[in-house]
């Protein structure tokens, strides 16, 4: 995985606003069709996404558009993963990922038009995780 920095900062290209969606898919693979449908429609300025069920060997472009930067946190069973994709004509860099936690998580920064920053997260918690108990 890789950060991608291109020379433009964010912006939407429909308005002042950003728009994200925000999807649960139980293995994205399958769903390309859908997912590349549901893009289509919406057109996203950020995708995030759980339950990606993607491994190493399952390339961004297989499943996406040429034209977005896709950083992922992917699970080595197949199951679970996350990722966070945005456009590839915007400046962002991935800030952190846990890579010895059980919860799977990203955080992108991405540089806005207006030199603020913006900072997307994306975490899923497997369901057989132990959460520990709070200290009362």
């Known amino acids: 995985m890789s950060s ?3 020379r433009k900062q964010f912006h939407s290209q429909t308005s002042n606003h950003l728009k994200l969606l ?6 994205i693979n399958s769903k390309k069709a859908d997912l ?10 950020i995708i995030v996404a759980t339950e ?9 472009t297989e499943i996406l558009l040429p034209n977005d930067v896709a950083y992922r946190k992917d699970r080595s069973d197949g199951y679970g993963g996350v990722i966070i994709v945005i456009k590839s004509d915007s400046i962002s860099e991935i800030t ?15 540089s806005l038009l207006d030199k603020q920053t913006l900072i997307i997260c994306r975490i899923y918690r497997p369901p ?5 108990t709070p200290q009362t």
């Open 4 to 6: 991608r920095i291109s």
């Open 22 to 27: 925000n999807i649960n898919t139980p293995s």
């Open 36 to 45: 590349l449908s549901i893009i289509a429609q919406s057109q996203p300025d």
């Open 52 to 60: 990606t069920w993607l491994t190493s060997t399952v390339m961004s």
């Open 96 to 110: 952190s990922m846990r890579p010895n936690s059980q919860i799977e998580a990203i955080f992108v920064k991405i």
């Open 128 to 132: 057989k995780m132990i959460l520990p």
